[in-house]
């Protein structure tokens, strides 16, 4: 049982560039998130799905973009990297409680 | 607006005393509410819940936390620190759809 899994890793991005974020999940979890991760400042919601067709802006959804076309994926999109994008990405699924975390991307735009 | 606080940046304790993380909220209604913990480079893991019921709820490796509606804290305890329990702690809030994270405690116990 894999969980939440994220791809990539590690990527670095020139400004300007764009890249998708990848992000699936194996336990039919109807809701899905992304969050961003600055030193000092916890997790911020950029985006959320409460199923396959259906997402919303969190708190800091500037400069991004989500679909969900299927229940398992939830692809996070950057459009014209900006330095303020630098941070580390993690994608958590949610049964109606608790929610569990991928591994995380750690972006750096320069 | 719906708001978690966590009051201390770090918090250090020696190895075989008592900790607690402190941890206080501000929602409209009623607060689900959750601690997670998170290892150097890892994501956040899930330590335990308060939905409703008992306001002493008990979690995974040894971890409590207390409900208090009248002070709105959900303190995160236990009885005797291990040098592995050293991590970032983050408290979290459920309001409808959406979690809020307070900015997370770093605990370092110290042998």
């Known amino acids: 049982n894999a969980g939440v899994t994220q791809t990539p890793k590690f990527r670095i991005l020139k400004i300007g560039q764009s890249m998708t974020l990848q992000c699936a999940q194996d336990?039919?979890?109807?809701?899905m998130y992304w969050y961003r991760q600055d030193p000092g400042m916890g997790l911020k919601l950029i985006y959320y799905?409460?199923?396959?067709?259906?997402?919303d802006k969190g708190e800091v959804p500037n400069g991004y973009n989500v679909s969900r076309s299927t229940t398992e994926d939830f692809p996070l999109r950057l459009e014209l990297a900006a330095p303020s994008q630098t941070s580390v990405y993690f994608c958590?699924?949610?049964?109606?409680?608790?929610?569990?975390f991928g591994p995380g991307t750690r972006l750096t735009v320069t | 607006a719906q708001s978690v606080a966590q009051p201390e940046d770090q918090v250090n304790v020696a190895e075989g005393n008592p900790l607690t993380v402190k941890c206080t909220y501000s929602?409209?209604?009623?607060?689900?509410l959750f601690w997670y913990v998170q290892y150097p480079n890892r994501g956040l893991q899930f330590l335990l819940k308060?939905?409703?019921?008992?306001?002493l709820v008990k979690g995974s490796y040894g971890f409590e936390a207390e409900f208090n509606k009248s002070q709105t804290s959900f303190h995160l305890k236990k009885p005797s620190a291990l040098v592995s329990d050293s991590a970032l702690y983050f408290c979290?809030?459920?309001?409808?759809?959406?979690?809020?994270f307070g900015t997370g405690t770093s605990l370092t116990v110290i042998p």
């Open positions: 958590a699924s949610s049964t109606q409680y608790e929610q569990y």
């Open positions: 336990m039919n979890h109807n809701y």
């Open positions: 799905s409460v199923g396959a067709g259906i997402t």
């Open positions: 929602v409209s209604g009623n607060p689900y």
């Open positions: 308060y939905i409703t019921g008992d306001n």
């Open positions: 979290a809030v459920r309001v409808g759809n959406q979690f809020y």
